[in-house]
């Protein structure tokens, strides 16, 4: 695939990420056939019917015959299955890349199941999404100015490499290289650990000692409430396959996490108004340099 236009371009698993993907690509004038695949019918006449796809098949034959691109969009515990049916399939030519959230257990599933096409191999990793998932969350729009995260191979050739590059940034994403640990590490912290705040909240806020006060309690709840649970509405799979991905490195995020608890706890039970204070402050210092260094 050393041209960035695609003549073809298989989709597999055509939710939020993967069809926005497309509708990016069909945007930009980046491809001209796109074909989709995944376990719902009904998402995938949607996306036929939304214009995402041009053709839907559960056909692998079919759908990777000239195919340039691969994606794999399903949840990550998906990728060893999905990547078994395919290798049989794949040409020499066709280049296969992923969406997931992690990329040490992405990675290993190509190794044991596509060993022959890992220089056409290059995992991926866009940091965009929202808490909707289906081909009706697709948007075209959606990895605009956001970072697209590439974690290729030894192998993985330059030429697919360059190809996957220019696509995103054909989407109008900023594409950005590391190792793969690097990237599960940085995401553990940075997104699988506050996935797993914002669904604790929830459980506790309908947990067996609040249910019959639960109605009660939503009925005061605010925007800060609201924000810090909206990625909670997230889909419950996808999400258990990400945190089981990348249990370790999550494991020691919820550590640190709750270390950081103990302490404020400590304050608290110490009535140490000085001390809850600074932690605030440091904490609001930190979010405005945040803030200011991505403007």
Known sequence: ???????????IGVGLIGGSFALALRKAGLVKYIVGLGRSQENLQCALELGILDEVTDNFPRALKNADLVLLAAPVGQTTN??????PHLESKT????VGSTKQDVIAAARSSIPRHLENFVPGHPIAGAEMSGANAANADLFQDKYVILTPL????????????????????HVSQMKPY???????????????????????????????????????AGSGFRDFTRIAGSSPEMWRDICLANRELLLNQIDAYQNELTRMRGMLENNDGLA???????????????LKDKH
Do not use: Y
Request: aromatic share 8%.
């Open 182 to 220: 690097q990237h599960d590490e940085i995401l553990a912290m940075m997104s699988h650990l506050p996935h797993i705040l914002a669904f604790a909240l929830m459980n506790h806020t309908f947990s067996p000692c609040t249910e019959e006060n639960s109605n009660t309690l939503l009925c005061f």
């Open 154 to 173: 030894d192998e993985t050739s330059a030429d697919a490499l360059e190809s996957i590059k220019k696509l995103w940034k054909g989407c109008g994403a």
């Open 276 to 290: 809850l204070e600074k932690a605030f402050f440091d904490a609001r210092v930190a979010r405005q340099k945040w």
């Open 95 to 98: 280049v296969i890349s992923d």
């Open 1 to 11: 695939m050393k041209d960035t236009m695609l003549n073809k371009l298989v989709i």
């Open 82 to 87: 999905i990547l078994a049916q395919i290798e």
